[in-house]
């Protein structure tokens, strides 16, 4: 049985003929006043963007922290001596270490010692109760952050393992929103999904910022996290989609940039505003204007044209060139007209002429696209050869990425324990520097040899951090400032390079199949810069290190798309991988089953 049985609508929805027609109309329309909303959309998505993803690092900060006990010696102790990398005490005049951050279970015994020593601490927040028993009491070091997460649930001592749960609880919501913002946008559309991501997003934020509870708060993030990807992967897509091809590089990395910018701003306003709650409000609030501009926002016309709308898609088209003030040639304009007269619900497929709506000499005009099972979309895409390499390798190549990328930033508080704002702000600038640098050498190289090469080179200077001195401090942010850079440069050209690996049909679910695997390495993130650092200084390097140098590996498997049409079905997919990637030549036949097990029976390919 070939796959053009099994699943017509996926294999038969539109030629490459249509979307060759389809990329010169959006070559004529090119870039101006019709993508300028979808723009400030995005613009606005990626204000709120890094307080929700990477925010972690100011808003659940680990503070400096001094336990105490009304009936035990050890409440007097921090106000006499200082403990040393041996563990042992100094009573040295100037020595004296306010907030050492040890349970009472975890001080060492010391001898004799009198109240009157007692010194005076600066920058303290008030003593209270925690319920907590190795730390009945704890104050906190208010020189950096006046509240965070952790001050206010304290957790310390036996609730640290309760803080990592901030940042996993959002991945987790990321990977739900993943499995479902694909089939929602490919149903509902672009448009809708985006709406439904931005009201998920203001409830989760308000639920955050809000509650008294540590729980309430966990589950907020769950739906932060679901809101987030269920708004920002539709915005990409549409904006891959409605853009010109020999500007789509460019133009969809405009929105990263803005991230990188946003990420620059948290620093500083973190700064400015040491109070967790408060911060987390300002910077979502760009929501609430987000979501009222959606409405005026035009809904996708491939996805339109996947969906039979024929004509709804002409006449948005046609709008398109009207807002850029262009000219569509005659050869277009006449496209155009036939898409303008066909049916509600026609479906051009292959070998059917778009004028009579016949193939084989059998009218097809009610025949839409339909929604497949999720199971049955995985089985016909790893059954197919080109398709199965994209589904292994892809999502493979963002975990180890998104490790890579997100440990840099969320090991703020490991690297600088003494200026995380500066450390966050940095990090912002050099995304915008990667961002900048990488548009011109992605435009001249192909996309494989650009990531493969930042990808690896970031990793290994990762790696040669390591065994720097401490005193040597300029050197080690060189290093993992400059790996930062370039890690953010492939992060970028990535998103445009999976959104023209998958074809239209599938395009958004294949793109949120790919995040959420990628997703499984922010939840790793958490437990290597909370919990194993504790144990190996060095595990953060080394594992973010080691992700860049495989995920390099993994590029040469996939296809390249530089300038290349963007496959609107899975059969322009195996198309690209017998003709481009293995190298069939253009006039023969394809394997088939009968010599082959992953092609379909007696398809022949045509010729682009």
């Not at 739900?176 to 929602?184: A, I, Q, R, T």
């Not at 009610?366 to 050869?385: Q, R, T, V, Y």
């Not at 595990?539 to 496959?567: C, H, N, Q, Y």
């Amino acid at each position: 049985m070939s796959f053009l049985h099994l699943s017509s609508s996926l294999w038969e929805v539109p030629t490459m003929d249509v979307a060759d027609n389809i990329e010169d109309v959006f070559n004529e329309i090119g870039f101006g006043r019709y993508q300028a909303l979808l723009l400030v959309v995005a613009f606005l998505s990626q204000l709120v963007c890094p307080i929700q993803q990477l925010g972690s690092t100011v808003l659940s900060a680990p503070v400096p922290f001094r336990c105490s006990s009304s009936s035990d010696v050890n409440d007097l102790m921090y106000q006499i001596f200082s403990v040393d990398e041996n563990n042992t005490l100094s009573a040295e005049a100037g020595e004296v270490t306010e907030y050492p951050s040890l349970c009472l279970e975890n001080v060492p015994s010391i001898g004799n010692y009198t109240k009157s020593s007692a010194g005076v601490y600066k920058n303290s927040l008030r003593k209270h109760a925690t319920g907590v028993p190795s730390c009945p009491e704890v104050e906190y070091d208010g020189s950096l952050f006046q509240s965070t997460v952790i001050t206010e649930w304290d957790l310390v001592c036996e609730r640290s393992a309760l803080r990592p749960l901030y940042q996993i609880m959002f991945s987790v919501g990321g990977i739900s929103g993943s499995l479902y913002c694909g089939h929602l946008s490919d149903w509902l559309g672009r448009k809708k999904a985006i709406q439904v991501g931005g009201l998920i997003s203001i409830i989760g934020s308000l639920a955050t910022a809000l509650s008294p509870w540590y729980g309430v708060v966990i589950g907020a993030r769950v739906l932060c996290g679901m809101g987030a990807f269920v708004l920002y992967f539709p915005i990409f897509t549409l904006l891959s989609e409605i853009c010109p091809s020999r500007r789509r590089t460019v133009i969809t990395m405009v929105p990263g940039i803005l991230y990188f910018i946003s990420l620059s701003l948290v620093g500083g306003i973190a700064f400015l505003i040491p109070h967790w709650r408060k911060l987390l409000l300002v910077c979502t609030s760009p929501l609430f204007i987000l979501v009222p501009m959606t409405f005026f926002l035009d809904e996708s016309p491939r996805w339109l044209l996947q969906k039979g709308r024929t004509a709804e898609a002409a006449t948005l088209l046609k709008k398109a060139a009207t807002q850029n003030k262009k000219t569509f040639s005659s050869l277009n304009a006449a496209f155009l007209e036939k898409l303008s007269q066909m049916k509600d619900d026609f479906t051009i497929t292959k070998n059917k002429d778009p004028e009579t709506g016949k193939e084989n000499g059998k009218e097809k005009e009610n025949e839409s696209i339909k929604d497949e099972g999720m199971l049955h979309l995985a089985w016909l895409c790893f059954s197919s050869p080109g398709m199965r390499v994209i589904m292994i390798a892809t999502p493979l190549m963002w975990l180890l990425k998104r490790a890579l990328y997100m440990g840099i930033v969320l090991n703020a508080n490991n690297f600088t324990s003494s200026n995380p704002f500066e450390y966050v702000a940095m990090s912002g600038a050099m995304g915008v520097a990667g961002c900048l640098l990488s548009i011109p050498f992605s435009v001249k190289l192909p996309r494989r040899v650009f990531m493969s090469g930042t990808l690896s080179i970031g990793g290994i200077l990762l790696l040669l951090e390591l065994p720097i001195p401490e005193e040597f401090w300029w050197a080690k942010w060189t290093l993992v400032l400059t790996a930062f850079c370039l890690v953010c440069g492939a992060f970028q050209v990535n998103y445009v390079y999976a959104a023209e690996l998958f074809p239209t049909v599938i395009r958004t679910r294949g793109f949120s199949y790919t995040n959420v695997i990628g997703t499984v390495g922010e939840i790793i993130i958490p437990l290597v810069t909370d919990i194993a650092v504790q144990y190996y200084s060095w595990a953060p390097s080394v594992t973010f290190g080691v992700a860049g140098i495989l995920a390099s590996l993994l590029l040469p498997l996939l296809p390249e798309t530089k300038d290349r049409t963007m496959p609107e079905t899975m059969q322009d997919v195996e198309d690209r991988y017998w003709y481009e990637y293995k190298g069939l030549p253009r006039n023969s036949e394809a394997p088939t089953e009968s010599n082959t097990d992953i092609c379909p029976e007696g398809r022949k390919k045509a010729v682009v």
